[in-house]
């Protein structure tokens, strides 16, 4: 008789609400994750500026563009490589050639000035000195681009 | 219902987003037009600001230089021909003087800028102006000169 019982009593835990908090997790971190963070390098120490515009909140910003990573011996820092700035500028004309090419197979036409759509997004680390971010602002503009976005760090 | 195997599965996948997730530092950006240097005394300009009914843009243009200290910090800004302090606070007062009165035609600038000035002097500077343009309720016009070695 109390054997008969002991089988009946079975303890087993509500494991639903362990699963719904799970599940929420998994989808926090799931719309968290952010798939676009490769072109931004993290061996790069942004400088701080406090009214730089967070880039949600602008909607200037067109969604081509074209993002540089500028290390503190002023290297350019692309597709896994480490450029020095000669080969940067190469870099930066290649690309250029790149955005003529598929506007002009998009059937898009440059304005009489030449200057290309895309916004170049400037990543330089704060101990990087002016000279090369200069030099590399100069390549881009003699190769058309004129939007430039300076990054930096709210605070 | 067994759902023990479920909750082994949305476990491990917690477990790979908890290591592979990477907040983002919040970043921002000042967006500027730059246009390649050219003679500022240019006919297309000339034309261009005679159509617009307004001043040259050499007399609409505060000039700016920065000159660096050992280490590539900021070791001198010279606004038009008078040197300002370097802080920020301070430097923020001074360049309100010149965009906020009215009776002066200032709506840009340009930074001539040592070579050897570390980005992050610059962006100070640069966050300095942005402001004070803001202040004066102009839009930050911005452009960059690197000043001569030695200069």
Known sequence: MSAQMSTELKAEPNLTPLLDVVFQLITFFMLMINFSSDNYDRRITLPVAGSARPIE????????RLVLNIDK????????????????VQTIKRQADLIKLNLKAAGKKLDTSGSLPTTIVLRADRDTSFSSVHELIKACQSNGFRKFALKAMNS | MQIAP????????????????????????FLMNLLPAIP????????SDAASDKLPAELRTLPTTLKAGPGGSLGEIIVG?????????????????YLQDPTLPF?????????????????RVINAFSNSFQRAKKPPNISFEELPPGA
């Open chain 1, 57 to 64: 909140d602008d909607r200037q910003v067109d969604e081509d």
């Open chain 1, 73 to 88: 011996d002023g290297h350019l820092l692309m597709g896994g490589e480490v450029q020095p700035i000669h080969q940067a």
């Open chain 2, 6 to 29: 479920m909750l082994d599965m949305a476990f491990q996948l917690l477990t790979f987003f908890i290591l592979t997730y990477h907040p983002m530092p919040q970043e921002g950006q």
């Open chain 2, 40 to 47: 500022s005394t240019s006919s297309a300009e000339a034309a």
């Open chain 2, 81 to 97: 021909e008078q040197a300002v302090p370097t802080t920020p606070a301070e430097l923020e007062k001074e360049l309100d003087k």
């Open chain 2, 107 to 123: 709506d840009q600038t340009v930074l001539k800028v040592d070579p050897n000035l570390k980005y992050s002097e610059l962006m």
